[in-house]
């Protein structure tokens, strides 16, 4: 699907369908302002925006294993690997609720970015300390409001798509706020959607894998090292099964 002609024509598409969903997407913000003030209403909305782009393209096929995990009304701290640009994607697949932690620059790209803003999801500017501070603030005022944070603990993408160490963040906040874990695997865009590259070729399984929360009480006096350690250690189990699922 993805030659250098369809990596093309994928990205006029969405450059054209860019501004219109925006259109969309701003006046639902106008209209839900004065009642959505956790923006539920536009993040369904975003979540059909990203869904699309990803059930356009005919080669990738996905598989959601468990989505039963997933209680609609709770608030969590979902933690998910990252293999590809394509994740964020998948993920919206689920058309949860939840606010976005990601790189400051992705919030400058037009129409995509702005809508990100409209979400009030969660900037961070990767290295510096003052705006890791910014963001662990607005991810507890996030969760005061009852929203989900969705993190990815390993900061960047996994180049081989093994799980990479994680960052602490994620699992402080989730401490201190004291709300459950939610672990996510996803495991096929590496290669539906290679890092540094547009170009996909053949046929590809993508699957997405929620598994069971950890409830706060299992890592409440945990130190926050044990915490982050104690779910990578399950994710890495959990991923090399996950073949055998599909």
């Not at 369904?44 to 782009?53: A, E, I, K, M, N």
């Not at 790189?103 to 890791?132: A, H, T």
């Not at 096929?188 to 598994?211: E, M, N, R, V, Y």
Request: hydrophobic fraction near 40%; charged fraction near 25%; glycine fraction near 4%.
């Amino acid at each position: 699907m993805f030659s250098k002609i369809g990596s093309i024509s994928y990205l006029i598409f969405i450059a054209l369908n860019s501004p219109v969903f925006f259109a969309g997407a701003l006046a639902i913000w106008l209209i839900t302002l004065p009642f959505d003030k956790k923006k539920v209403i536009l993040q369904q909305y975003t979540c059909f925006w990203g869904s699309l782009h990803f059930w356009l393209v005919p080669t990738w096929r996905l598989k959601i294993i468990d989505r039963k995990n997933l209680k609609r009304k709770k608030t969590y701290m979902i933690v998910s690997n990252h293999q590809s640009q394509l994740d964020i994607l998948v993920n919206f697949t689920l058309f949860a609720h939840f606010k976005i932690v990601s790189k400051k620059e992705i919030f400058q790209v037009p129409f995509i970015g702005w809508n990100m803003l409209l979400n009030n999801y969660i900037q961070l500017k990767r290295g510096d300390k003052k705006s890791i501070e910014e963001m662990i603030k607005n991810c507890e005022k996030s969760i005061d409001q009852g929203n989900s944070i969705f993190f990815y603990p390993e900061g960047s993408r996994s180049k081989d798509g093994e799980i990479k160490p994680f960052k602490l963040g994620a699992f402080s906040i989730a401490q201190k706020k004291k709300i459950p874990l939610l672990p996510i695997l996803i495991d096929g865009t590496k290669d539906a959607l290679p890092k540094h590259s547009l170009q996909s070729h053949g046929k590809h399984q993508i699957t997405l894998k929620i598994l069971p929360e950890i409830p706060y009480e299992d890592f409440a006096d945990l130190p926050v090292e044990k915490t982050a350690e104690k779910v990578r250690n399950l994710m890495v189990k959990e991923f090399k099964s996950i073949k055998k699922e599909i």
